[in-house]
């Protein structure tokens, strides 16, 4: 089972290291792994995907809390959340009917081609885990030269029944999204 952890630790140097080195010293995997700065500069956010049972979830969930500058740890895969992974990749494309295809791939999967070269582009998707593992299968066929991606981040939903009109928002259920 897959569990997104959300962890408000504070912003001090080595704890990062810190956090994943009890992690990793008594054996659980960390499958994705993101931080970045919050609202308040005094504090950072690690978001965790870690795959596991309910047993599992529970001995990272106390390990975490135990750390001083862990301020709070949240099972944020228990409510209603978004979840995003931002990925650029490089992909061979010959100017000519290959680029044109790629650039309608790309239009269909709500990327953005950042840098173009002579005969490669840059691309830029982000969405759900599923959208980015997609769009990758289909430029497989085309020659990826190179590949990055970013750890998942997630929020939770707001708790009202308001949702956003855009039409992105709307099609999240589509399989591209």
Known sequence: MRH??????QNVPGVLSHISGMLASRGY??????VGATENPELSRMTFVVVGDDYVLSQVRKQLEKIVTVVQVDDISSQ???????????VKA??????????????????????????EVM?????????????IERMRPYGILELVRTGRI???????????SDSSENLETNATE
């Open 4 to 9: 997104v952890l959300s962890a408000l630790v």
């Open 29 to 34: 995997n960390i499958d994705s792994l993101a």
């Open 80 to 90: 209603n959340y978004v979840e995003r992974d931002l990925m650029l990749l490089k």
């Open 94 to 119: 010959l100017p000519g009917g290959p680029r044109s295809e790629i650039r309608e791939l790309v239009e269909i999967f709500r990327g953005r081609i950042v840098d173009v070269g002579p005969e």
């Open 123 to 135: 691309i830029e998707i982000s969405g759900r885990e599923s959208k980015v593992e997609a769009f």
């Open 154 to 164: 997630a929020m939770v939903r707001s708790t009202s029944d308001y949702r956003p």
